[in-house]
């Protein structure tokens, strides 16, 4: 094992040493130092490019991010897979997503529902079979909504699948969608993401016609109820007297969808998968949105005053502080116990969304240090900020995806605020179509990784030895058989929820369990192994 570096500058030049220098030139782009509290620029990181061809990474396909991620979790709609059954593993969620069946009992989250595509109908077209599924899953179900899900192997025979939604939604009388979301469609799966927010938008939201009650009316875009976490945010909300209308798209419905345009407020949980949505019922409805984060004891009761504060309204106001004022001598109870054990200990992060993002606030809870994060999927502004978006270029990649033309709805669009209300809110702290990027709050001696490789995992663990690793199923063993701890925060394993002040409780409890146990000390990482090495050399040598 070589010498530790003494600063990232030497811990970058060590990870991309053994590349090959084409490689090495791009993914020195990907990686950055951190900027928080350093008082200088940005650095601009690069991001949403392909992945080098050789490199494994821990993306998910376009098609993974459509139905995997957004829609996936709507519990009453049935969400069909147009493909060979060996994309099927997508059509049944793996991710935890929970939900609430509520009265009327629809759940088809746990089922998987797919074309099988075989040979035959690749050489023949599947377009037949598709309308066959479609009006069997109709008389079985009998669901509000179907969305369909085009692979790659549709992409490539070329199936119509828009059209069949079209005919079948004609003769079923429910709304029939299809999403052209074939896994090589985009860089990853942020393309599945805004194609499914654009058919949503098209198909979906503003389509119902019975107002909804409620003096604070809002919508919760980019969380998906993984391990329960929006059944803790909606007891939250519920308890200041805040009416959640809609969630994109935990625990959601395909009724919650249509009534989302009454909402006053659109918060938004993770921008990189929602914040087109947001962006759309903005120019369509007239609805601001606003970034929160409900990862964190903190994080939550400083969401929680500026919805308050956007509201304008003593009344909530009072009724938030008194909420906070109930939940933190937990909090404070909890973390008095377990920061102690906790404290000085070190962590890395590679998650998608904003987790890698979201989830320091409750590492910095515990009193640890985030070493080095990353996203498997982002964007420039996800690193950099909402400010650089006017400065990134839009490549091929992103002309594969439809760009909605959205226009003010011509009876339902109705600006909540003024300018001159906005911008007195933003002198409060409450500014609208913003958010910061992870650079800016990590420490300048942290490390920003994009698009981290199974190679750059194992070495960046080997050289700074963090006490505990965050990343997604694909590299779960293999961190683990490194003798480190490794938490997914993907589908949390069987963990959560993590979100909101009940949440943050498991999380200390669960990290401290991780980073504390004498267990990972009984497996040793490969070089610390002293047994044999083997040795080969070619046979044409």
């Known amino acids: 094992m070589s010498s530790k570096p003494i600063n990232v500058e030497e811990i970058k030049q060590e990870l991309i040493a053994k590349m090959p220098t084409k490689v090495a030139r791009k993914r020195a782009k990907a990686i950055v130092p951190g900027a928080g ?12 490019v392909r992945t080098v061809p050789g ?66 109908d690749i050489v023949f077209g599947g377009m037949k079979k598709l309308s066959a599924a479609i009006q069997e899953a109709y008389d079985n179900f009998h669901p509000k909504a179907i ?3 085009s692979t790659c192997p549709v992409g490539l025979i070329g199936d119509d699948i828009h059209s069949v939604a079209r005919q079948m939604q004609e003769k079923l009388g429910i709304t029939v969608f299809a999403n052209s979301c074939e896994g090589y469609r985009g860089v990853s799966q ?57 969630t994109f798209s935990g625990n959601s419905t395909v009724e919650s969808f249509r009534e989302a345009h009454f909402a006053d407020l659109n918060t938004v949980m993770c921008h990189r998968s929602l914040n087109y949505v947001a962006e759309m019922m903005e120019t369509k409805f007239g609805i601001p949105w606003i970034k929160v984060n409900f990862i964190g004891a903190h994080a939550t009761a400083k969401s929680l005053r500026r919805i ?11 009724r938030v502080e008194q909420v906070i004022a109930e939940e933190m001598p937990a909090i404070e109870t909890a ?16 998650v998608g969304g904003s987790r890698a993002h979201h989830y320091q606030e409750l590492f910095g809870e515990l009193g640890m240090k985030v070493l080095c994060a990353g996203y498997e999927f982002a964007h420039r502004d996800d690193y950099e900020g909402r400010q650089v978006m006017s400065k990134i270029k839009v490549d091929a990649d992103s002309r594969n995806i439809e760009e909605l033309e959205v226009v003010q709805d011509a009876t339902r669009y109705k600006p909540r605020k003024t300018p001159e209300q906005l911008e007195a809110l933003k002198a ?34 080997e050289i700074m030895k963090p006490d505990i690793f965050c990343a997604g199923i694909k590299e779960k063993y293999i961190i683990q058989k490194m003798g480190m701890p490794m938490k997914q925060l993907h589908n949390y ?46 046979v044409a040598e």
């Open 37 to 48: 509290g350093s008082g200088e620029a940005i650095p601009e990181i690069q991001a949403n």
């Open 55 to 120: 490199i494994i990474t821990q993306r998910g396909c376009t098609y993974a991010g459509c139905k995997g991620v957004v829609l996936g979790p709507s519990r009453d709609i049935v969400n069909l897979t147009h493909g060979p059954i060996g994309c099927g593993f997508y059509s049944w969620l793996t991710r935890r997503n929970e939900t609430d069946a509520g009265p009327d009992g629809d759940n088809f989250i746990p089922y998987c529902f797919s074309t099988d595509l075989t040979e035959h």
């Open 147 to 149: 969305s369909v899900f």
């Open 190 to 246: 942020s393309a599945g993401h805004h194609i499914a927010n654009n058919q949503i938008m098209k198909h979906i939201i503003g389509t119902g016609e019975t107002p909804v009650e409620g003096k604070y009316k809002i919508n919760l875009l980019g969380e998906y109820n993984i391990g329960g976490d929006a059944f803790e945010i909606e007891r939250i909300l519920k308890k200041c007297g805040i009416t959640l209308i809609a």
């Open 308 to 318: 308050a504060t956007y509201f304008e309204d003593q009344e909530l106001m009072d």
């Open 335 to 350: 973390i008095k116990d377990i920061r102690p054990r906790t404290e000085g200990k070190t962590a890395m992060m590679f």
């Open 428 to 461: 409060k702290g409450v500014e609208v179509k913003d958010y910061d990027g992870m650079i800016g709050q990590m420490s300048k001696d942290s490390l920003i990784i994009d698009d981290i490789s199974q190679y750059e995992t194992e070495k960046i663990i």
């Open 493 to 538: 394993d069987i963990g959560g929820p993590y979100a909101g002040f009940v949440g943050a409780i498991n999380w200390y409890r669960d990290i401290d369990r991780m980073v504390n146990s004498k267990i990972w000390s009984l497996t040793k990482a490969p070089w610390q192994s002293e047994g044999p090495e083997l040795e080969a050399s070619y």
